[in-house]
């Protein structure tokens, strides 16, 4: 669903016809964007590659992370956290064999060692605290628990967006 409305914003044929279209796609994105800011921004950025989007899931994303800690955590780092959380949804893929589940040795091909042939990077919280920039013990201490309330705020929105784009174009 997510590739087939990014293939939709990307498009320049968005004349209608009887079935479904480019626009009608298009229409369904932008009737999910009042319920589901992030996921819509987030599938701009993310599956139709648009870069600008950026700044804006960052935004949204920190808006309700915010909204939903209990403690107020600092605005740096409630940003550096979104900032994370999108950069592993969107570069998700095992860095040995680019999502491929194997490598090739010559005219053998053998499973991927780094990911056990899953095709997924496994993010570890030594690279999430490298990334906060904080030490290992910092992280699991005081953010491990808001990193992962704002990768669930994460995909429960693109969760939701992807539930409101079906309902719109009559698919679930």
């Known amino acids: 669903m997510r590739e087939s409305v990014a293939a ?11 079935w479904e279209t480019s626009i009608d796609k298009i229409k369904a994105l932008g009737y999910t964007a009042k ?7 987030a ?11 950026y ?4 935004y949204l994303l920190a808006k309700k992370a ?6 107020q955590a600092s605005r740096e780092m409630t940003i550096r956290i979104c900032h994370q959380v999108i950069k592993e949804a969107a570069f ?12 090739k040795a010559g005219e053998r ?3 991927c060692h780094s990911c056990q042939g899953s095709g997924w990077h496994r993010h570890t919280d030594n690279e999430r605290a490298q990334a906060l920039g904080v030490t290992i013990d910092v992280y699991l201490k005081n953010w491990s628990r808001r990193y992962l309330i704002v ?13 409101s784009l079906k309902k719109y174009l009559d698919r679930g």
């Open 35 to 41: 319920y589901s800011p992030v996921g819509v921004e």
């Open 109 to 111: 091909v053998i499973t």
């Open 92 to 103: 998700k893929f095992c860095r040995s064999c680019a999502g491929r589940k194997e490598l």
């Open 66 to 71: 915010n909204a939903k800690f209990s403690k």
């Open 43 to 53: 599938i701009h950025l993310i599956d139709s590659l648009q870069p600008k989007a």
């Open 55 to 58: 700044k804006q899931v960052v």
């Open 151 to 163: 990768e669930g705020i994460y995909s429960g929105e693109m969760k939701d967006t992807v539930i």
């Open 8 to 18: 939709a914003i990307n498009s320049s044929h968005l004349e209608e016809k009887e």
